[in-house]
């Protein structure tokens, strides 16, 4: 069968088909106007390309689209996003690239702003050696101000969920490990790719966290999300908010058909692209939450002392070395 | 002279180097928080692609990083912003790229923000095969909604300033014309070959049209900015505005040094990379801002009917041929 190509369709033709996409108002003028008396505004960039961050072996165009959002949109939400005004997006096509593509690509990003709000706000398109995309995301601030650098020792760090399975989707996708070999079970498979290939950031948690305050008041909490890694983000925490983190390693939430050993350790703390948030909140707060989200774990706390990130009862044997990731 | 590229510096001196460049209170989370309680918002972005768009032989870093900008604000600019609150940068660079580029790049950035106004929030940065530079750029929307749309037959059409010298400093700069062949004068050289480096977006011409008006209420305007082009700017405001739009040759506004021919008018009307604004005004207004500003010149007019552009009194053995430009 015959598929178009982007140096048939042309420059013109392919922003044409691309406007389709976006909100009928939107399309005539370069600039993308957002109404906006009412809030502070969040903002993020995140670049996917390809051969760094995906391959057409690894990843679907659909499955590109929405990872795109929806990393961006995790971002969001880790500073407190709960509505989400919609993306921009920088499009690099090389000119043999099928029209197809670009479409499941839309089709993904449409998917993920379906589920969690916003639309496309406008673009621009050129032709490049490889595939990126490059996706600014605008969402409005809630009273919920989540940053980094607002844990204080006392407090509790909570997760939303477990780590390292976007790491084995990839690793399994890529062949690095043979599901066969590992005698994994089925469903922990499944779970890694899914978490690789369509991550959920965690939005439904926020309304939790402002529900189980006993505070009206805007106020600033200690979080970010753990797309570096979960080692990183608490090292991140911990950095930015000058003070030490002590996490206990037998409190770390793991899927139970999770191996042992040091290399599956190696995974989870370093493994990155997990979307789950990391939680400072005072002692109390932190019950109430724990109390009304079932997901989310206590795994240690803040104190005084130099930046850095603590690992109790860790099995000496294991030896944890910090590998994080570098893009260079 | 040992010099020092991204590979061996590694991702996170990379980010840290960059966030120099941010102020002190961005820099800590991934998302940028801009403060808004008070007007609308307009949001941009633009591509620079190596080798699509610049290649080292032809334009210095410096220089990318003051284009990316301003050409990003001039899109602003042509809907009505007249407050700049800053930029996004997603970058993707090759592991050889020199520190020494990157520098060069953000002192560019930093030049054309300290001009116009508005600060790095964030950004991305990454690995890729050639150097990108993906800009969103964000400001407020002034009470002067400048729409491609909103052009009104009976209308006057007005330019800001002259076109094709972009085009003219790319032609000398890839030696495609040799100033020695031709005979250009030394001035329109330079003034060519700054168009295409250090473009200048039209920003106090706002600020005019405002002082020029006898409205004081919010209203639209029809504007676009042509950076596609002369020609492609005026047909996108007349598909837009669903009107037609006639212009008059005698009337275009060129360089004294400006050759005649053809070729010269194929550069004026296509070469595209100008960033003048196209205006449509009722008569009493556009006469108001002709004398104020000296450099706004009358062009034409629109009147009813499908959406074309008619150039009058154009010299016939030229027989222009448009052939605007594509990327693809």
Redesign the interface.
Known sequence: MHKEI??D????E?IRRIAKYMPANQA????????????????????M?E???FNHKIISPRDIGWKAVTANYS??I??G?MEFIGI??????T?STEWEWVQELYEGFSEALNNFGGSI??????????K?I?I?A?GL?SRLKL???ACKPGEILLTTGIHGLSKLGLLLKTNKIIKEDLNLSEKLINLSMNAFCRPKPKYNVLKTILHSSEFFLEREIGC??SSDGFYQAIFDLSK?SKCKAVIDYQKIPKNNAWPNGKKWDQFYFFGGEDYELLISLPRNWANKLIEMDEEVTEIGYFIEGSPNVEIKNYPKKYNLDNNSY???
Chains 1, 2 share one sequence.
């Open positions: 982007i140096k369709i042309g420059e013109k392919l005539s003028d370069d600039c993308a106007f957002v109404e906006n008396k009412r809030q502070d505004l969040l903002i993020n960039t995140d670049l390309v051969n760094t961050h971002d969001l880790s500073s996003c921009n997006i920088g499009l690099v096509l000119p706000l406008g673009g621009d398109c050129s032709r490049g050696e490889n990126i490059s600014t605008i601030q940053r980094r650098n970010t999300d930015e570098s893009h260079f």
